[in-house]
């Protein structure tokens, strides 16, 4: 049971989610718990790092931003105890949970469950502190904002538990943010894949990297609402949908910037001399456009970066222009990325289609287009992300009763 940081947002809450655990133990369910920071803590520890120092030491960022779910994880062992639930809490060096060595994004490499297991089949709840683990270095490290959805379905898939039940502030996944989209349907369930997809476009509801791992290791993943008591979004393989429809749902990014090299001489070894050193810094290169030039002389070459990486993407570019003799650098921050999922896209046509108009009839121009097998991705102008998202919602049939 993973609960967010709403679900553990003040001592109410923490007693709600306290309650819930004790009924799966009166049930007779061996639990594992995981938590999230308290709603707004990680934020705060943050700028709190950010103010004290910009360029600041990536270890010492993880000590302090860890400790936001070091206090839910003893505030939640605490009220469980309180109600006379046998628990205990657990930061990520007691388990161990091993990760790479990537402080502020590291990833899960090995979880040595033996321990925890022991405890949890003995009838005590564990308490685990999400978003964290050991580094190689020996010192705590974080897995990237939104990290904890990754802790828990690790830590099912170490303890082979049967399910693993993400609490959250909404009761599933909606066919969009349903801050956004008042229509926004609960989906009863979505494929891996799928999810995949709608997490890496921007769907924060769960952590790209939890779902990911969740369908290597077979975990079945439930998200649902720690203040309702109803099923929510099962996360499962393909073959245990049985309806499947055209477009599952609708994902959107504001968090990329677009940047457009003017007048790159159209010749052989240009695309690599521009995103190789790119590529060196680490920076992740999404959409790339590139028009074909008509006199073979000059083209014009667009590609998107992600909002945090603009500076240094602009950097990377001053320093080769005069090696590869473009004229001139452009960007823009102001777009938005809007993609439209679904596996039923693989065996019908015209979804594309579909979009490009459903977008020309409210007038919003459309900066560049990527497809993949099972989604399609616009950028629009950063000003249009709610208009374009409720015409598409529309257009392909998404609106209505919930399912
Ligand atoms: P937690 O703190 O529990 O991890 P998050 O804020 O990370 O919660 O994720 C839940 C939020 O994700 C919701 O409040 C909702 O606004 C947002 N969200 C965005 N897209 C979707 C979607 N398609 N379905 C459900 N929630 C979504
Ligand atoms: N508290 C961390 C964050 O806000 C991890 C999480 O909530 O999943 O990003
Ligand atoms: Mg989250």
Redesign the pocket.
């Known amino acids: 049971m ?6 553990v947002g003040d001592l109410e809450r923490i007693e709600n989610v306290a309650t819930r655990v004790k009924a799966a133990v009166d049930a007779g369910d061996n639990v594992a718990v995981v938590v ?1 920071a308290m ?1 707004g803590e990680t934020d705060r520890l943050v700028s709190l790092a950010r103010a004290a120092s910009p360029m600041h030491d990536a270890r010492e960022y993880d000590v302090i931003v860890s400790s936001g779910e070091q206090v839910s994880s003893g505030l939640v062992a605490m009220t469980l105890q309180r109600l006379g639930v046998n628990a205990r809490s657990w930061m990520g060096w007691q388990i161990p949970m091993h990760t790479s060595g990537v402080h502020g994004a590291a990833r899960i490499l090995d979880i040595e469950p033996a321990l925890l297991k022991e405890r949890v089949t003995g009838g005590q709840v564990a308490v685990v502190a999400g978003f964290q683990g050991i580094g190689p270095d020996g010192r705590v490290a974080t897995l990237g904002r ?1 990290g ?2 990754t802790s828990a379905v690790a830590l099912a898939a170490a303890l082979k538990a049967d399910r693993c039940d ?5 009761d ?9 989209v008042a229509g ?1 349907r ?2 009863s369930r979505i494929s891996y894949e799928e999810m995949l997809e ?1 997490a890496s476009l ?6 790209t990297r939890s779902v990911e791992l969740a369908m290597k290791e077979n975990v079945r993943l439930q ?1 649902l609402s ?1 203040f309702a008591n109803e099923p929510g ?1 099962l996360v499962c393989g393909e073959d245990e949908i049985v309806e499947q429809e055209l477009v599952t ?3 959107y990014t504001k968090a990329e910037t677009k940047i457009t090299l003017i007048g790159v001489p159209d010749s052989p070894g240009t695309s690599a001399a521009v995103f190789g050193p790119l590529a060196d810094a680490n920076i992740n290169v999404d959409m790339i456009i590139q028009n074909i030039s008509e006199d073979g002389t000059q083209t014009d070459m667009t590609f998107t970066v992600p909002v945090a990486d603009h500076d240094r993407a602009i950097a990377a570019m001053d320093a080769l222009q005069s090696d590869i003799g473009f004229n001139r650098i452009v960007s823009d921050k102001n777009i938005s990325k809007i993609s439209v999922v679904g596996i039923g896209m693989r065996s019908h046509a015209g979804v594309a289609a579909k979009m490009f108009r459903a977008l020309s009839e409210k007038q919003i121009n459309i900066q560049a287009i990527s497809t993949s097998e099972i989604k399609i991705s616009v950028l629009v102008s950063e000003d249009y992300t709610e208009l374009a998202l409720r015409a598409l919602h529309t257009a392909y049939g998404l609106d209505g009763p919930q399912t």
């Not at 993973?2 to 679900?7: P, V």
């Open positions: 993973k609960f967010g940081g709403t679900s999230s709603a939104g904890s959805d993400i609490y959250t502030d909404v599933g996944v909606y066919t969009t943010d349903p801050r956004i926004a609960k989906i709608m921007g769907t924060k509801v769960l952590q998200v720690s979004t749902g609708l994902a």
